[in-house]
């Protein structure tokens, strides 16, 4: 079965700091991956994917993940946090099993960036 | 292009009602999924319909229903609300690509609460 873990619930980071989420996932094939953003009473916002091209990937705002099959982790990092980024970020895997988008989704780590 | 719309945005209802939920991908998207998200339990997979066909269901139960038209807007529909299905429900749209699986756009939501 597939699934992604989050291992931190929340996050608090002072503003300018480096940010590190963590995220690892588990999978029979190669996984689709994703880092999705939601801020206060919005939508999700997709920051990047990974579809096994390269490793690492950058995505939107200055964030970037790396995928390590050798320790099925996709962290996402930002080297400098803004108060803009205080949300809340979810890591998710794309179902490999017959026809779908199905997403499944981590349970999420709410971000706080202090000034 | 103008992105995935959801309407309404608010929804109140009490329990034994019934409640539809509309939702309009963007422009050539020819998937559209829905999802549940509450404090709970995060974020959880209704149904995902391509081609007016419905491709894949989660684990609700069958008051959940769905349904999509030519065009591809897509609704759903809840019978028989429980107080338990308060939650945010969020739309989402992915365009055609190779293999038909590609990142997921979301909407807005529709925040529905029972009372």
């Known amino acids: 079965a597939q699934s992604v873990t989050q291992l931190d619930s929340h996050v608090s980071v002072s503003e300018g700091t480096p940010v590190l989420l963590r995220c690892n996932y588990s999978s029979s094939y190669s996984p689709s991956l994703f880092w999705y953003v939601q801020h206060p009473n919005k939508g999700l916002q997709l920051l990047l994917k990974y579809t096994s091209a390269a490793t690492l990937v950058k995505g939107i705002n200055g964030f970037e993940a790396e995928f390590k099959k050798s320790e099925t982790s996709f962290h996402l990092t930002k080297p400098s946090a803004h108060m803009s980024d205080a949300a809340e970020y979810f890591c998710v895997v794309r179902l490999r099993s017959g026809a779908t988008n199905k997403l499944i989704f981590g349970t999420g780590t709410l971000l706080a960036v202090q000034p | 292009k103008a992105g995935v719309t959801q309407t309404p945005r608010y929804l109140i209802k009490t329990r034994g009602q019934q409640v539809t939920l509309s939702c309009s991908p963007i422009?050539?998207?020819?998937?559209v999924s829905w999802y549940q998200q509450t404090p709970g339990q995060g974020l959880q997979f209704l149904f995902e319909?391509?081609?007016?066909?419905?491709?894949n269901k989660g684990n609700f139960p069958g008051r959940f229903s769905g349904r999509q038209f030519s065009n591809s807007r897509s609704e759903m529909n809840v019978s028989t609300l429980e107080l338990g299905d308060s939650a945010l429900y969020l739309c989402?749209?992915?365009?055609?690509?190779?293999?038909?699986?590609?990142?997921?756009?979301f909407g807005p939501g529709t925040r529905l609460t029972v009372l």
């Open positions: 422009s050539g998207h020819r998937s």
């Open positions: 989402a749209s992915s365009p055609p690509a190779a293999g038909g699986y590609n990142e997921q756009f």
């Open positions: 319909y391509f081609s007016e066909t419905q491709r």
